[in-house]
């Protein structure tokens, strides 16, 4: 079956770095482009970054510059580098395959997400 196992949350202060981890598993990891995710307290779920087979990035306007996307494809891994982290960013953040219809990404169907929490 599909799942993400999700990693590298935690509380940390303004300014400060996390980096997340998603080990994909149960579909055909090198065929499928890959998605971080993200939903805050009362807010819907918000596309942060995804890459493409190509390796094509996409950011979110309110993480770019600060945050990275990166793949491991012979482990079937993808990255979310977080750099200067500000206190909107607290929120649980979830990976998954571009096959997936988007409006589950924050459902935790495929698996936990983790939470990160920015504080001043």
């Known amino acids: 079956a599909v799942h993400f196992e999700v990693s590298g949350g935690g509380s940390v202060q303004t300014g400060g770095s996390l980096r997340l981890s998603c080990k994909a598993s149960g579909f055909t990891f090198e065929d499928q482009g890959m998605r971080w995710y993200r939903r805050a307290p009362g807010n819907e779920c918000e596309l942060v970054s995804s890459i493409d087979l190509d390796g094509r990035t996409y950011y979110a306007d309110s993480v770019k510059g600060r945050f990275t996307i990166a793949q491991d494809r012979a482990d079937n891994m993808i990255y979310l580098q977080m750099n200067s982290v500000q206190i909107e960013d607290t929120a649980e953040y979830y990976c998954?395959?571009?096959?997936?219809?988007?409006?589950?990404?924050?459902?935790?169907?495929w698996g936990q997400g983790t939470q990160v929490t920015v504080s001043s």
């Open positions: 998954a395959a571009g096959f997936l219809p988007s409006n589950y990404g924050c459902s935790g169907h």
